[in-house]
């Protein structure tokens, strides 16, 4: 098992330009997420989706998008890049909503200059 | 208000010597989760100990095992005999019912180990 897997591992953006962070995970979980890591911080949740087709917002979604038309992909999509956005970013599955732990992939160290 | 507080930004430890990692915690969910993940250098996230508020035996893992006071809302992360493999990032981070199982994260400890 590949576990969960996110491309690319890095990125340079400029301002105002858009792309698709993927995520993908091999172990059939319902319950996928992406977070963001600021350093000092803590990790704060930007989407969540609880099986295909359905999505929610978690405490920092302006500025993403996601969506999950199959349970193995879960993309965030970055609509016009701001500095702010500057982070690193997680991708997470756990088998369902419930209290179960969380895998998470690699990472994405993303900059927007 | 901040639902998960580590109060301790950074540790030094010598090798060998037990740690304890501090977190508290506010809910007034009945039904919670606790989690603490481990964050090396190189980054990625490692799940190590879990404890649910229905639990009456604190959590084991290994070298890991987990201090929880239910009336005092702490869930201290207790690592017996350290080693410089454990110098990294420690998170504790809470799910509740209330907030939709989302995971709620304190700002880790930063955790160096001595030789």
């Known amino acids: 098992n590949a576990g969960v897997t996110q491309t690319p591992k890095f990125q340079v953006l400029k301002t105002g330009q858009s792309m698709t962070l993927q995520c993908a995970q091999d172990m059939n979980h319902e319950y996928m997420s992406w977070y963001r890591q600021d350093p000092g911080m803590g990790l704060r949740l930007i989407h969540y989706s609880v099986g295909a087709g359905i999505t929610d917002q978690g405490e920092v979604p302006n500025g993403y998008n996601v969506s999950r038309s199959t349970t193995e992909d879960f993309p965030l999509r970055l609509l016009s890049a701001a500095p702010s956005q500057t982070s690193v970013y997680f991708c997470?599955?756990?088998?369902?909503?419930?209290?179960?732990?969380?895998?998470f992939g690699p990472g994405t160290r993303l900059t927007v200059t | 208000a901040q639902k998960i507080t580590q109060t301790q930004p950074g540790m030094f430890v010598q090798e060998k010597e037990a740690v304890t990692l501090d977190c508290t915690y506010d809910t007034s969910d009945q039904s919670y989760g606790l989690f603490w993940y481990k964050q090396p250098s190189s980054g990625e996230m490692i799940f190590l100990i879990y404890q649910g508020s229905y639990d009456e035996q604190n959590a084991t893992e290994g070298r890991y095992s987990l201090n929880f006071q239910k009336a005092r809302k702490s869930a201290n992360l207790v690592i017996s005999a350290s080693q410089l493999g454990d110098s990294a990032m420690y998170f504790c981070?809470?799910?509740?019912?209330?907030?939709?199982?989302?995971?709620?994260w304190g700002a880790g400890t930063k955790l160096i180990i001595k030789p």
């Open positions: 981070a809470m799910r509740e019912v209330d907030s939709n199982y989302q995971l709620i």
């Open positions: 997470a599955s756990s088998y369902g909503q419930g209290m179960y732990e969380q895998y």
